[in-house]
């Protein structure tokens, strides 16, 4: 059995450091072939790309192996593994704590590495594609390394463990666990792949038409799993947590965060590149920063240097990510003041109320939100190196700063979208934005009629609907014109992006200012009220396996529908786990925690009611979000590819 | 005729009556009163405001840490004896728990970089943009530089080319 046993984590070791061999020889390939110009030699950097994918599939599946076969022998089994963890979680478990995480981030970045390989095999004798490619098995090397060294995670453990704790409890509670983290992982490894085009293009010097394009289409596509990822988490949050919230500025989400904010401005300023040629020299240092952001935000969240709900493991990679992160950082710098210059394009933007001119104030906004959320949460760091004290930055902090900038941006959202490029007048902005500013009037007069109060709320409000009014009046046209081509495209997919972002700020400003609570003591028979709802609770229902000791208590609201709230108990790690239940309606959700102390042979249960006004529109707005970013993904109609950039397209209708 | 009393409807003094008529919805809206609230929410606002002693930067309201529940149950006494107004009872949290339990920094000292740094690169990066939007209009209908014209000459060279049908 040991001996089996063994083989499945030298089988995994062997299989990284195969990995790291064909990481190392790809990139030396991919360098010289670009260097002497030697077809044969880039010929081999897709073999060696899918050397990388085999390796860590492998690895991968080892490592899957010896959790699914409880193989006590490796430490990270003995961390993670349990034998009472049911199969489901037993197989996420592998990415429950940092060793297995790296070991996804390894398979999901060998993965796309094989992707751009083969994708552009043909294409590798251009100088641009080698040096990306280069950066890629850079970047691989790097993390080949981490899995071999800091991070091992077949690393052996002590000797005659039999079982161990399993995942963290909030780690094997809810099916998120299967979705969230990969799709989270895709995002933020996607990120690799615009930062390699970034880095050859800078070694080359050159940026050819063909390649801005495939450049923003991978951006796009790791922003919308990022996107995807992170209002997963918020749902997973909501569901597991039990404090009613999606979002509490803890370290891991601003980490997922940084890149989000940095990736948005890049996605945006792109499209003043592609109409204009401009702004070459900071998109790319947009790719660049968001790219070396996810590895700074992993550096600190992982390193134990900050501390966080979401961090579940400490270890020793600190030092390596943050090297590696000032390697990145250096580099570029060097490469930007190298070749900026040449990559700099002559031309100016004649007017700041232009297109151009609200997508660099885009720019400015994000880039301070980016920056507030990263201060924020390195500053705990800033103080204690300086003044040796303890300080904590929290929630209130973020919100305070978070909810002017949202604003702005909503300002931004309502008049970006009809602003023609180069140059705009007054009297087109007021032609084109006065049926989209009625909206706005109309949505603050149906809030004030359903009893809204508070500035920033009702400014949210009137600001979405006339925000919304405006991204609507764009996608008519578009109909109008092409039908439902019309939706398809980065301009219009991107309105429909931008209808999904008003929902979601006006379910986050509904539901943060007029979420109610209240406990209540509810006795078997005795049915209580609450903001217009009534409670009974039925009866506690006991669960018990060899896992966890489940109380859920069994509550009808409003007389149908049977919710149970339930308190949970681990008994390998001896933690409790409130799991909240929730009733959700368009208007509102009604969300029940069970309150501890529980005493199963009464007929009384605490229980906590959270109404949160408009919780389901932030799925909904997600929802929307996914959706825009794919149409915004397809090529749109409104120029033929081969059609140079200065020609002239259909004028739209003038309204 | 029709787009005479377009361009009339939405002028100016229409805008401004708009702006006019959205200022005064919110002033009704922001100064008036939201339903009474109750004990809870008094409880939920100020363990939004207060840091779990033991849990990294969660909040209490957030936490299920039972030091959170201890903090949380002091509130709750202090809001139903209905003494003090919710900054106080956050003054007394911190005067009677001690350590770090604000979740938000004070505008003092060093912490006080936390509130000004964010005002001060928004201000740079405005001031930024601003200026280069100045050098852009000087630059306008700019010279020319002799990489350009290498460019144009080489082009026009190819265009003699009889060969070429464009």
């Known amino acids: 059995m040991l001996a089996v046993a063994g083989v499945s984590g030298s089988l995994g070791r062997a299989a990284l450091l195969i990995g790291l061999v064909g990481a190392v020889f790809g990139m030396f390939a991919s360098v010289m072939g670009t260097r002497q110009h030697d077809e044969k030699v880039l010929r081999l950097v897709p073999r060696f790309a899918t050397l990388c994918v085999i390796a860590t599939v492998s690895a991968f599946v080892c490592m899957e192996y010896a959790m699914i076969t409880r193989d006590f022998s490796l430490a990270y089994i003995q961390k993670v593994g349990s034998k009472s963890t049911p199969a489901l979680y037993n197989f996420t478990a592998v990415w429950s704590a940092l060793e297995g995480s790296i070991l996804m981030w390894m398979l999901i970045l060998a993965v796309c590495t094989v992707i751009i ?390 379910a986050l400003a509904a539901s943060n200012s007029y979420t109610r609570s209240q406990e209540i003591t509810l006795t078997v028979g005795k049915p209580a009220q609450y903001g217009g709802h009534s409670f009974e609770f039925v009866r506690f229902v006991e669960e018990k396996d060899d896992r966890r000791i489940s109380v859920k208590a069994e509550i009808i609201i409003d007389g149908s529908g049977t919710y149970a709230p339930a308190i949970q108990k681990f008994i390998n790690v001896g933690q409790n786990i409130g799991t909240p239940s929730v009733k959700s309606m368009f208007t509102k959700d009604i969300y029940l925690t069970l309150q501890p102390p529980v005493k199963v042979s009464t007929n009384t249960a605490k229980i906590k009611v959270f109404i949160k006004p408009l919780m389901m529109w932030l799925w909904i707005g997600g929802g929307l979000m996914g959706v825009g970013t794919l149409l915004a993904a397809f090529p749109g109609s409104r120029r033929k590819p081969t059609d140079p950039v200065s020609a002239p397209i259909a004028q739209e209708a003038s309204a | 005729m029709m787009s005479t009393l377009n361009k009339k409807l939405k002028a100016w003094p229409v805008w401004m009556l708009m702006g006019l008529l959205v200022v005064a919805l919110l002033a009704v809206g922001a100064g008036r009163q939201s339903g009474p609230l109750t004990q809870e929410d008094r409880i939920d606002n100020v363990t939004q405001r207060l840091a779990c002693p033991t849990c990294d930067g969660e909040s209490v309201y957030v936490s299920q840490a039972p030091s959170s529940q201890n903090i949380r149950n002091e509130v709750a006494r202090q809001v139903a004896s209905g003494q003090r107004t919710d900054d106080e009872i956050v003054a007394f949290i911190e005067s009677s728990f001690g350590g770090q339990v604000l979740l938000v920094p004070r505008a003092t000292g060093l912490d006080a970089l936390i509130w000004v740094l964010p005002i001060a690169v928004l201000v740079c990066c405005t001031a930024g943009l601003a200026l280069t939007f100045r050098r852009w209009k000087r630059e306008q209908g700019g010279q020319a530089s002799d990489a350009d014209r290498a460019l144009v000459a080489q082009l026009l060279e190819l265009d003699t080319d009889p060969t070429d049908s464009l």
């Open chain 1, 117 to 506: 390989a083969w994708k552009y095999r043909n294409r590798l004798i251009d100088p641009l594609v080698g040096w990306a490619m280069a950066t890629m098995f850079f970047v691989c090397t790097f993390f080949f390394m981490l899995t071999l060294g800091p991070a091992n995670p077949f690393g052996k453990g002590a000797a005659g463990v039999l079982d161990g704790p399993g995942p963290n409890p909030l780690l094997q509670n809810h099916i998120l666990v299967v979705f969230h983290p990969p799709i989270l992982y895709v995002g933020y490894v996607g990120m690799t792949i615009p930062f390699a085009f970034a880095i050859g293009a800078l070694i080359t010097g050159r940026l050819g038409e063909g390649w801005l394009l495939e450049t923003r289409r991978w951006a796009l596509f790791s922003w919308g799993f990022l996107t995807f990822g992170i209002i997963l988490g918020g749902w997973w949050s909501y569901e597991v947590l039990g404090w009613s919230g999606v979002w509490a500025w803890d370290p891991v989400e601003n980490a997922s965060f940084i890149p989000w904010l940095t990736g948005t401005a890049y996605i945006h300023s792109v499209l003043v590149q592609e109409r204009r040629g401009m702004l070459r020299v900071w998109n790319l240092s947009l790719l660049i920063a968001t790219f070396s952001l996810t590895i700074l935000g992993t550096f600190l969240t992982r390193s134990g240097v900050l501390n966080s709900v979401h961090a579940f493991s400490d270890s020793d990679i600190g030092p390596y990510l943050l090297t590696f992160f000032g390697v990145i950082v250096l580099v570029s710098v060097g490469l930007i003041g190298w070749r900026g210059e040449k990559l700099r394009s002559p031309g100016t933007i004649d007017s700041p109320i232009s297109r151009e001119g609200a997508f660099l104030a885009n720019n400015v906004l994000f880039g301070v939100f980016a920056f507030v959320v990263l201060l924020g949460t390195v500053f705990p760091l800033i103080v204690e190196a300086l003044q040796n004290r303890q300080l904590i930055v929290g929630e209130p902090f973020f919100d305070q700063l978070a909810t002017p900038i949202g604003i702005t941006l909503l300002v931004l959202m309502c008049i970006a979208p009809v602003l023609p490029w180069r140059k705009a007048s007054g009297e087109l902005l007021r032609q084109r934005l006065f049926w989209p500013a009625w909206a706005g009037i109309a949505a603050l007069v149906m809030s004030l009629g359903v009893g809204a109060v508070g500035l920033a709320p009702l400014l949210t409000f009137t600001l979405g609907g006339f925000a919304a009014g405006a991204a609507l009046r764009q996608l008519a046209l578009a109909t109008r014109r092409q039908g439902l081509r019309g939706l398809v495209g980065r301009a219009n997919g991107g309105m429909v992006v931008h209808i999904g972002v008003i929902i979601i700020a006006v």
